[in-house]
């Protein structure tokens, strides 16, 4: 195949070509993205999509707009930046309207893996009959995807300016039924080869027939050992209303006027970080500014949040290279998340633990209250009791209401391991250890 990267950083080029002496800025998105569905045993869909998104973004002193096209001719292109600069002009003007930047250096991230660009729909549909063969054997049923796929970004403008970047992504999810029970394993990586297929059976295997015959368990405070995908679920809602440069100068969020004071517990670390190793990035924003590592809440103390330039500038600060595509009502939040890890395992959690609850993953997880960070939300696909450093009994799923403020100032053992989870919703992605919190609040029950 052709490399996306170069193919895209040619079509910006040709885009502000067509600009004419206007002040202009385009972000190009393209991606080439193959799901193998399957579910009661059987594949049931194969599909493959290829995208070509372009957002052309033309500024007239004070005034800016910004038009949207999937066309990629030479006329699409003159017309679209046209009628940008048309609608520029009606605009009112705004004083959080900057100047296009200049050039920038940005340092490379690795993202791309052409193995995983090139899997077939014949390598998903093995990895997938291997779930299903295994699942029939013991007569459970199984449902989930296999992915894989490539994406390029790239962002140019008048001034001189162009950067671009090619990634792979590939992913895995299985979800195991007993006629009464669940199990659930995921795994994401740049490198399909990376993603270990038998263990993931295994453990959604092992999550659903440990879970057969639940109880029930009066709602309440409890000790609950969250694994990595509740946790990583946690971390995404920080993401979006806790650490952006935006709400925290509107003081809107936990962080608004804490800086230099503890927030967390102390054993709490939170960077933004898209060179982490199990993050690997977009190494630029969507001004085409490098993107920093930001450490956010180092041992419990809030230390920074994520800036654009035009945040930056409200907080009397520095961008550090988290634009969206500008102008944004959003403002800027992280897109790599990492809460640090510790020297525990889940193990350690569970033997530790007199009387708590083993938590696999939540599941419609919603805001409640933004500046406390309250969420509510379900258990999911595993819930255990824990009885003298012992997992003893399935449970029915709960619903949970809690602060995760509080909740991160509650905990007392952290994994030594991470994993990460990428967002459905966006570019988002969060690597999270497993955590033992000493108070979690349950709200309520379920019949299921």
Request: net charge neutral; glycine share 8%.
């Amino acid at each position: 195949m052709t490399d996306p990267e170069l193919e895209l950083g040619e079509l910006t080029r040709r885009t502000i070509g067509h600009a004419e002496g206007l002040q202009a800025e385009t972000i190009a998105m393209s991606g080439e993205s193959a799901v193998t569905r399957f579910a009661e045993n059987a594949v049931s869909q194969n599909v493959c999509r290829k995208e070509l998104s372009m957002m052309i973004r033309v500024l007239d002193g004070k005034r800016s707009a910004r038009v949207a096209t999937n066309r990629a001719d030479a006329d699409s292109l003159a017309k679209a930046l046209a009628t940008a600069h048309n609608w520029a002009q009606l605009q009112r003007e705004s004083a959080e309207i900057l100047p296009l930047p200049e050039p920038q250096s940005v340092p490379p991230i690795s993202s791309y893996e052409a193995s995983t660009a090139q899997v077939s729909a014949n390598v998903r549909a093995e990895a997938v009959m291997k779930a299903i063969s295994a699942c029939k054997k013991e007569g459970l049923r199984s449902a989930g995807i296999c992915s894989s796929g490539w994406s390029a970004v790239a962002v140019a403008n008048t001034k001189g300016l162009l950067v671009s970047q090619k990634s792979t992504m590939a992913n895995f999810s299985l979800s195991v039924q007993t006629e009464d029970s669940s199990g659930w394993a995921e795994a994401s990586s740049r490198a399909f080869e990376e993603i270990d297929i038998p263990a993931l059976i295994s453990v959604a295997k092992e999550k659903a027939l440990g879970s057969r015959k639940a109880k029930s368990i009066e709602p309440g405070a409890y000790t609950v050992v969250l694994e990595h995908a509740a946790v990583a679920d946690i971390l995404q809602f920080m993401s979006w209303f806790g650490f952006g440069g935006l709400g925290f100068v509107e003081g809107r969020t936990f962080m608004a006027g804490r800086l230099g004071e503890p927030v967390l517990g102390e054993n709490i670390t939170i960077r933004d970080d898209a060179f982490h190793p199990l993050q690997k990035g977009l190494a630029f924003d969507f001004e085409g500014l490098p993107r920093q590592s930001v450490t956010l809440v180092e041992k419990g103390i809030a230390k920074s949040v994520v800036h654009d330039r035009v945040t930056a500038e409200r907080a009397k600060s520095r961008t550090t290279g988290h634009a969206l595509p500008q102008p944004s009502a959003e403002g800027p939040y992280p897109l790599n998340l990492v809460l640090l890890p510790g020297e525990s395992s889940v193990e350690d959690m569970v033997a530790l633990t007199e009387r708590g609850i083993l938590v696999t993953r939540f599941h419609y997880t919603n805001l409640v209250e933004p500046m406390a960070l309250v969420l509510t939300g379900m258990t999911r696909d595993g819930t255990f009791l824990i009885e003298k450093g012992k997992v003893t009994t399935p449970l029915k799923n709960l619903r949970f209401t809690q602060s995760v403020v509080e909740a991160l100032r509650e905990v007392e053992l952290i994994s030594r391991d991470l994993k990460t989870e990428h967002s459905d919703w966006g570019l988002g992605s969060y690597t999270a250890p497993a955590l033992k919190i000493r108070r979690f609040n349950f709200s309520s029950g379920t019949e299921f």
